[in-house]
Nanobody, 121 residues
């Protein structure tokens, strides 16, 4: 079973950048598509970005397109989310997840504990 641990969250001002990382333990990391979700207070969890097993296919949500980039380092069992030009509406808890695919609606069954991102205006 894969375990996921997120890091890199914090507080920034509008226009700032953060890089989230998700370290995976376990031999089956390479079998999972990986994704970042976020959840703001009072809102439903949202798929932000996802990347395929090989890293060749990725998805980025419309609300973050052009600002966020997802990548994975298979040799290091790590997935990153580079977040630039951050806006207050990007505030929330960001979760790393492992699952079956990169499309919204695909099932994800391995989750990290989450890391808080706060963007102030």
């Amino acid at each position: 079973q894969v375990q996921l641990v997120e890091s890199g969250g914090g507080s920034v001002q509008t226009g700032g950048s953060l890089r989230l990382s998700c370290a995976a333990s376990g031999r089956t990391f390479s079998r999972y598509a990986m994704a970042w979700f976020r959840q703001a207070p009072g809102k439903e969890r949202e798929l932000v970005a996802a990347i395929s097993l090989s890293g060749a296919i990725s998805y980025v949500g419309d609300s973050v397109k052009g600002r966020f980039t997802i990548s994975r380092e298979r040799a290091k069992n790590t997935v990153h989310l580079q977040m630039n030009s951050l806006l207050p509406e990007d505030t929330g808890v960001y979760y790393c997840a492992g699952g079956a695919g990169v499309r919204p609606g695909d099932e994800y069954d391995v989750w990290g504990q989450g890391t808080q991102v706060t963007v102030s205006s």
